[in-house]
């Protein structure tokens, strides 16, 4: 069964940079049946799709940070990482990690997310 | 970006109930539209997928219908376990963007 493990700080200083880290267990990032993604949520809010990637390593960005995120692969410890640069109070947020299906049509594009990890929460403050 | 609008944004139902909740689109997006549960303090799970296919182990209360831009996610005969927040998602296209959420509280 798989399982996305997130990791990372839970504490940032406003304009440094957030890291976080997924593992996945019970299946492998390089499958071409799956994209891997990102999403947060801030505290009492809804659910924001920020970031997803490929096996490849295409990846697609949410506009509202795309100046910001990279999201890249690591295929030898069997994960997905994510760096924010310049955070505010605004990127305040239980980041999930999660695996997208996708399209049939090509290129393959990432659809419903599911499974989820257990979120990790990040807080910008000095 | 495609808006995502649900209604209600909260709803207080006893229990054996049907509920309804709708999700509107700003435009059409076919059926690439997913439904997902989540309870305090979890992460959200896939419930129904492409606007009307059940998805597996989600009891079969749940379903879903719509397509172009107007969906509705049904529970019939609501359960105390069914206390969560719903949430719709389109992925018609990027940035996948989903709605703002509809809070079930039982009675």
């Known amino acids: 069964q798989l399982q996305l493990h997130g990791s990372g700080p839970g504490l940032v200083k406003p304009s440094e940079t957030l890291s976080l880290s997924c593992t996945v267990s019970g299946g492998s990032i390089k499958s071409p049946n799956y994209y891997w993604g990102w999403i947060r949520q801030a505290p009492g809010k809804g659910l924001e799709w920020i970031a997803s990637i490929y096996y490849t390593g295409s990846t697609y960005y949410n506009p509202s940070v795309q100046s910001r995120i990279t999201v890249s692969t690591d295929t030898a410890r069997n994960r997905v990482s994510l760096n924010l640069t310049s955070v505010t109070a605004a990127d305040t947020a239980v980041y999930y990690c999660?695996?997208?299906?996708?399209?049939?049509?090509?290129?393959?594009?990432?659809?419903?997310?599911?499974?989820w990890g257990q979120g990790t929460l990040v807080i910008v403050s000095s | 970006e495609i808006v995502l609008t649900q209604s209600p944004d909260f709803q207080s139902v006893t229990p054996k109930e049907k509920v309804t909740i709708t999700c509107r689109a700003s435009?059409?997006?076919?059926?690439?539209l997913h439904w997902y549960q989540q309870k305090p303090d979890q992460s959200p799970k896939l419930l129904i997928k492409y606007a009307s296919q059940s998805f597996s182990g989600v009891p079969s209360r749940f379903s879903g219908s719509g397509s172009g831009t107007d969906f509705t996610l049904t529970i019939n005969s609501l359960e105390a376990e069914d206390a969560a927040t719903y949430y719709c998602?389109?992925?018609?296209?990027?940035?996948?963007?989903f709605g703002q959420g509809t809070k079930v509280e039982i009675k």
């Open positions: 998602h389109q992925s018609s296209s990027l940035p996948q963007t």
């Open positions: 435009q059409s997006i076919g059926s690439s």
């Open positions: 999660a695996r997208h299906q996708i399209t049939v049509l090509e290129p393959p594009a990432p659809t419903r997310i599911d499974p």
